[in-house]
């Protein structure tokens, strides 16, 4: 089944169990990885797409992860600064990925948050607003969803 709309993206994200909802969650966010340049940001969504991950590492890149979200935000300025802005909406996204559950609604958050990021890309670019990375997650979640298939 082709993902197509908003409540199949999030019928999906809610039918996976918690680990492959976390990995899938971690690949929403990896989609507009390009919008930030910090470290702490990418680490956090390798660490939340392996398998082997332990409590104790999410609690250290949650709280990396949220100091990232804070210097972004500090960053931002008063002057809206699209582009810092679009870094601050793929931290905050990467937060839900680290956290010790992520649900179908951090799932959710974490998916609109990022399609928060690339509208400020493009906003920055003075291109307006699509709903272009709406439908770029459902591609990418529905080959996750295929990809896991042919894996079981």
Not at 38 to 64: G, H, I, P, Y
Request: charge should be negative; glycine fraction near 4%.
């Amino acid at each position: 089944m082709a993902i197509s709309n908003d409540l199949e993206l999030k019928s999906a994200l809610g039918a996976l169990g918690p680990r492959e909802r976390r990995q899938a969650t971690a690949l929403l966010v990896r989609q507009v990885l390009d919008l930030t340049d910090d470290a702490r940001v990418k680490a956090s969504l390798d660490l939340a797409e392996r398998d082997s991950a332990r409590d104790a590492e999410f609690t250290a890149a949650a709280s990396a992860v949220n100091s990232a979200r804070v210097a972004s935000y500090t960053q931002c300025g008063h002057d809206t600064n699209w582009a810092c802005q679009a870094g601050h909406f793929v931290a905050r996204a990467a937060q839900e990925c680290v956290k010790p559950e992520v649900d179908a609604d951090g799932a959710w958050q974490a998916a609109m948050q990022a399609r928060m990021a690339r509208i400020c890309q493009h906003i920055a670019a003075g291109e307006g607003t699509s709903n272009r990375e709406a439908e770029a997650q459902y591609r990418a979640l529905d080959a996750y969803l295929q990809s896991r298939e042919i894996a079981s």
